[in-house]
């Protein structure tokens, strides 16, 4: 029997069938969408302000694993624009960027986006977009603090978490007595310089067990504790659990391909 037009019209746009159907499609041709922590990491990398998110992203949008929503393929890039401005635009809101500032750049980018004409002048949007937002988090935190000397700390110490990091090695990057550097660093930030490095290594090693390959013993190593066990304390220490525990919580669902 022919379904009339208002029978049509019920169908639903979202069925189990239709989705088994396209996960079948996906197993057959070997390819999968990217995984929600692994969409996630950009943006919360993003909205800390870290310039890692400029590359991870572009790494993402090239990856293929965004998925198909339109046969068109300009217009299909047109979509996953829409929908990862959206996100950054949530993001950045929520690491304390003005909600009319976001909003209104939001609404320029996809303005913007609607007057592209392929899908390479969508891509380089994309990560122009990424690049502002990312940017505007960085200047905002960094907008905190009021001396050249104390923001430049800052930089090193976040470049610089390989390393052994100690207050007279900053005293000598920024020409300034130890001293003088611990009290205006204190002042300024609200805790001490070595408290400071502590929080930023915490910071970067559950960013590494949540999204990296890398063994406890090799973040251990990266992020210049004595040794695994040292960085296991200290990890314990701060969060309350294991560096393991940690992972198996919070990076449960994986970002690598089977």
């Avoid at 070595?194 to 973040?219: F, K, T």
Wanted: aromatic share 10%; proline share 3%; net charge negative.
């Amino acid at each position: 029997m022919v379904k009339n037009g208002a029978d049509a019209m019920t169908e639903p746009v979202v069925s189990e069938a239709k989705l088994r159907y396209l996960d079948f499609l996906s197993r057959e041709d070997r390819v999968r969408h990217h995984r929600y922590v692994e969409e996630m990491k950009q943006y919360e990398l993003m909205k800390n302000g870290d310039l890692s998110a400029i590359g991870e992203s572009a790494r993402l949008w090239t990856s293929g694993l965004y998925g198909h929503v339109c046969d068109d393929p300009l217009r299909n890039a047109k979509y996953l624009f829409v929908t990862s401005i959206t996100l950054a635009t949530r993001f950045a809101i929520e690491g304390g960027m003005d909600e009319e500032d976001a909003y209104n750049a939001s609404d320029l980018y996809i303005q913007d986006v609607d007057r592209c004409t392929t899908t390479d002048e969508v891509r380089r949007l994309h990560a122009d977009m990424m690049t502002f937002f990312t940017w505007a988090m960085a200047d905002m935190q960094r907008g905190e603090v009021h001396s050249t000397a104390v923001v430049e700390c800052m930089d090193y110490i976040r470049y610089h978490l390989h390393e052994r990091i100690t207050v007279p090695m900053l005293a000598n990057h920024v020409h300034l007595n130890p001293t003088y550097l611990s009290e205006l660093f204190a002042r300024e930030i609200g805790t001490t310089i070595s408290r400071y490095i502590a929080d930023q290594r915490m910071e970067a090693a559950r960013n590494m067990l949540r999204y990296s390959q890398y063994s406890v013993g090799e973040i251990a190593q990266i992020l210049a504790y004595r040794s695994p066990s040292h960085f296991g304390k200290v990890f314990k220490d701060h969060m309350g659990v294991t560096p393991r525990e940690y992972r198996n919580a919070n990076a449960q669902t994986g970002i690598w391909p089977e």
